[in-house]
Nanobody, 124 residues
Framework: QVQLVESGGGLVQAGGSLRLSCAAS????????MGWFRQAPGKEREFVAA????????YHAGSVKGRFTISRDNAKNTVYLQMNSLKPEDTAVYYC?????????????????WGRGTQVTVSS
């Protein structure tokens, strides 16, 4: 069982930066692939970024590539999402997810555990 708690969301102006954190419980964090997803009002949840258990594979969605960076610190049981050059269209609730068997790293259905989310609002 893994419990995930996101933090770091907030209100920021366009062009600004935020760093999201996701703290995981449990001693097997290092065996899980981790992902960030987001859901805007009236839209489906979408993939943002993911990282394999050892950081050897990293993927970012095309809409955030070059602006967002996912990373993890297995010693701290934490995964991060550094978000730079934020745009109003990045406004959404951001969710952290964990999975042990995540071959694609991008498919929602492959993740077993989810946090409650943190709100990110980007004003124009």
């Amino acid at each position: 069982q893994v419990q995930l708690v996101e933090s770091g969301g907030g209100l920021v102006q366009a062009g600004g930066s935020l760093r999201l954190s996701c703290a995981a419980s449990g001693r097997t964090f290092s065996s899980y692939a981790m992902g960030w997803f987001r859901q805007a009002p009236g839209k489906e949840r979408e993939f943002v970024a993911a990282i394999s258990w050892n950081g050897g594979r990293v993927y970012h969605a095309g809409s955030v590539k070059g602006r967002f960076t996912i990373s993890r610190d297995n010693a701290k049981n934490t995964v991060y999402l550094q978000m730079n050059s934020l745009k109003p269209e990045d406004t959404a609730v951001y969710y952290c997810a964990a999975g042990q068997v995540v071959p694609s790293l991008t498919r929602i259905g492959e993740y077993n555990y989810w946090g409650r989310g943190t709100q990110v609002t980007v004003s124009s």
